[in-house]
């Protein structure tokens, strides 16, 4: 926390306005969409739900294909299946670790050839580190395919100035304990459409008609955000630029100090370092580390496992080129939280060494 959270929330308590919707969230969606230079945002209970709004806002339903990162967490990917549709995964390039333009470029030509034209693409941008994001902006433009970008772990992080999650039609964004700022639980969905921001918060209040009575003409979702949780955003927000100073030195004091080969930054890209994470020679050595590491009760964790190798979507397509299995088997998520200190990274890198 950063401090002056507290102050949104006692507001919050002093005018009795606990429930969801409120003047924390709108002040908060305010506030995100100046910070971003987006032009409408929904606060919602999480990134999950926005993913599954995205979706819904982009007609994806029953049967569609939904192209999807195979390197990332499974939130990225679970809501496709909410739908009914079939997730195609893609695998990963090796300069950003993120979903590869020309494999994706490939596998929507064979999905076309098959029949089977994709309805949307949820690309990632994996540990704060942005995607080749215009690269596969043109692809989805090409092909009339709705784009979802997924900046869950990248909030700050943008290309030449742009941020992450203004390149899509939609942006997904996520406020849970483990990112760079949270809300105890949250996302957000953004976008420049204001019409389909509006839609996502009808959807998000359980789709009840205006009417003096509760009528629903279609279903609806408990997806909106709390005046409590959206008063915690707010204070967290005048800290992000901190937090997100504050990893990047964790991640420069690793790279200065442990000579591993690290995830790359290219240049005019501009990474939140949420995560710092690095690559070994094979999964042994990988492992040795991270265990050394737990006996000293120091957390460190393997790369995200890709989707296409988990048993609950090993039976949907993807195309792969190998990046992603050789990254999950070689690669360790240091410790990158925002209040470590320089004694914390000295510890690490001692047992490390």
Request: net charge negative; hydrophobic share 40%.
């Amino acid at each position: 926390m950063g401090g002056g959270e507290m102050k949104y929330i006692r507001e919050a308590f002093e005018q009795n306005w606990i429930a969801p919707l409120g003047p924390n969230v709108d002040n908060f969606e305010k506030e995100l969409g100046e910070y971003l230079g987006v032009g409408h945002v929904a606060a919602l209970s999480s990134g999950t739900a926005a993913i599954h709004l995205a979706l819904i806002l982009s007609g994806v339903t029953q049967g569609d294909e939904v192209l999807c990162q195979s390197f990332t967490f499974s939130a990225s990917a679970n809501p496709i299946l909410y739908q009914g549709a079939t997730p195609v995964f893609i695998d990963s390039e090796e300069t950003t670790w993120n979903m590869c333009p020309v494999l994706l470029e490939e596998a929507i030509r064979e999905r076309i050839r098959l029949g089977r034209k994709p309805r949307a693409c949820i690309a990632v941008h994996l540990y704060g580190m942005p995607a080749k994001i215009a690269e596969i902006r043109t692809v989805c433009d090409a092909y009339d395919i709705v784009l979802i970008e997924d900046a869950a772990e990248a909030l700050g992080s943008h290309v030449g100035g742009k941020m992450l999650g203004t390149y899509g039609k939609f942006g997904i964004l996520s406020f849970n304990g483990n990112k760079i700022i949270t809300t105890s639980g949250g996302g957000a969905l953004v976008s420049d459409d204001e019409e389909a921001i509006q839609k996502a918060r009808f959807y998000s209040t359980q789709s009840r008609d205006n009417a003096p009575h509760y009528q629903h003409s279609e279903i609806g979702y408990n997806y909106r955000m709390s005046n409590i949780v959206a008063g915690i955003g707010r204070g967290q927000l005048e800290v992000l630029q901190q937090w997100i100073q504050n990893r990047r030195a964790n991640f420069d004091f690793y790279s200065r100090t442990l000579a591993l080969d690290w995830q790359k930054e290219p240049e005019g890209y501009f990474s939140n370092r949420w995560l710092s994470c690095a690559l070994f020679g094979s999964m042994e050595e990988r492992e040795q580390v991270r265990l050394r590491l737990a006996d000293e009760n120091i957390e460190s964790r393997p790369l995200w496992k890709p989707m296409h190798l988990q048993p609950v979507f090993e039976k949907y397509p993807v195309y792969t080129n190998g990046v992603s299995e050789d990254l999950f088997e070689r690669g360790l998520c240091f410790p990158s939280g925002s209040n470590l200190t320089e004694s914390d990274l000295e510890r690490v890198v001692a047992n490390f060494k």
